[in-house]
Structure formats: C-alpha cells, structure tokens
C-alpha cells in the first residue's frame, strides 16, 4: 500500500541554524501538507499546498518557514532560524482529491530537536 | 470549523464494541463529521466522515444524530491495536483541500 515517507526521522540542531525536512507524498497525490505536534500537545495545522502553491498556512508559519515542491516527488518544510520552541514531531500529509473526500495520509513524522 | 467536545478518555475491553462520543453543537448545515485516530507518536490516521447518514467501512461505523448536534464512532470489535487517540473533527469541506483542526481528543485504551 502507498505511503507517505519522511526523512530524517530524527533532525538534532543548534538554535539559529537551518533545517530541511522532507517529505514524499504518495505519487499520485495533489493536496500536500505539514503539521506540528510539540511533545504532549495536539496536533498544530501549518500549511497546505496545491497546485505549486500555498493554499492556506497557520499563525504558527512565520517567515521563518518556506515550503518547496522541488521536483515531482519531494515536498520540504524549510525552517531557516530555528528556536528551542521549533522543537516537535513534524508531519507531512498528503491527498488526492478536495472536497468531502479529502483523506489525508499522513506520515511518520520527523522528530526536530533544538538545543 | 465548529467546536467538539470528547472525554479525555475512555478504556474498553478487548473484543467489545467501543464507542466513542463526541459532541458539536455548533455544526452547521456544511460541515462535515471526520474521526481520525493517532497511535503512539505515529502520524495520525484517517477512520471515517459523514454528513448526516450514518456510515459504515472496514475500520467502524460513525453515527450521527438527527439534529447533527452529536456524533458516536464505534469500533465493533476493538483489539489492542486500537489502543490510540481518537480525533473527532468538524469542518468545512474546501475544493483546496483543507485543513484539519485537532482538538485533545479521546484516550482510548483497550484492555486484555
């Protein structure tokens, strides 16, 4: 069965520095999207993305956070300056259609950590 | 998106019918019912939605009440597999795709 697949699975860096993670959305997916979830919180919308642009981003995605779809398959979040707060579990989503049958699939998350 | 209510959690028996409550009284006409569950730190998981109708697939059942001020997701037969967070989330379907709003959501934990 087709799935969403993340990299890193965990990301350790230095407050300030820039970080990457990617994501590859199930291949015939059209509706991309990341959510956060900071350790024993909910989980925190930050953005979609369709048809090679954002269609709806929180509070939370700040001009500190950019998302690529750089070739056919990988879609990134981008974070340039990270914080100790960027710390979280970062999940990407994806789907094939909009409307009522929107069923995001998600994927493992990638663990961030900020020291 | 209008708000839900759920308990914070809720235990069930292996092999018994679990069934999970949620409340949204402020549902409007085109808002849609989703239950998504999370298992231990994986990414969540899509289970079902509705409209009105009560619907059926081969993960559970989802009721909804007449006047639509309330739902129930029942898992027929839980295991401990099923042992996760359960999201109820109610929300306006968009032609961009949309985004899901994640409340606490229910503790479900399936005992032997």
């Known amino acids: 069965e087709p799935e969403v697949t993340q990299t890193p699975s965990h990301q350790v860096t230095q407050m300030g520095q820039e970080v990457i993670l990617r994501c590859v959305p199930i291949?015939?997916?059209?509706?991309f999207y990341w959510y956060r979830q900071i350790l024993g919180q909910k989980v925190e919308f930050l953005v979609s993305f369709y048809n090679n642009e954002i269609s709806e981003k929180s509070e939370i995605f700040d001009d500190q956070f950019s998302v690529e779809r750089p070739d056919g398959s990988n879609f990134t979040l981008k974070i340039r300056s990270t914080k100790l707060e960027d710390s979280a579990m970062y999940f990407c989503a994806s789907s094939d259609r909009a409307g009522a049958y929107n069923e995001q699939f998600f994927g493992p998350g990638t663990r961030l950590t900020v020291l | 998106d209008a708000k839900t209510t759920q308990p914070p959690s809720m235990d069930c028996a292996e092999g018994r019918a679990a069934n999970l409550p949620c409340n949204h009284s402020t549902i409007s006409g085109n808002e849609y019912v989703y239950w998504y569950r999370q298992i231990h730190s994986q990414g969540p998981q899509y289970i079902i939605h509705?409209?009105?109708n009560n619907e059926t697939n081969k993960m559970a059942s989802l009721i909804i009440t007449e006047d639509r001020k309330s739902s129930t997701l029942i898992l027929p037969h839980a295991t401990l597999r099923d042992t996760a967070v359960y999201y109820c989330i109610v929300r306006v379907v968009s032609n961009q795709g949309g985004k899901l709003i994640f409340g606490q959501g229910t503790e479900l934990s399936v005992k032997p």
């Open positions: 509705g409209l009105k």
């Open positions: 291949s015939n997916h059209l509706y």
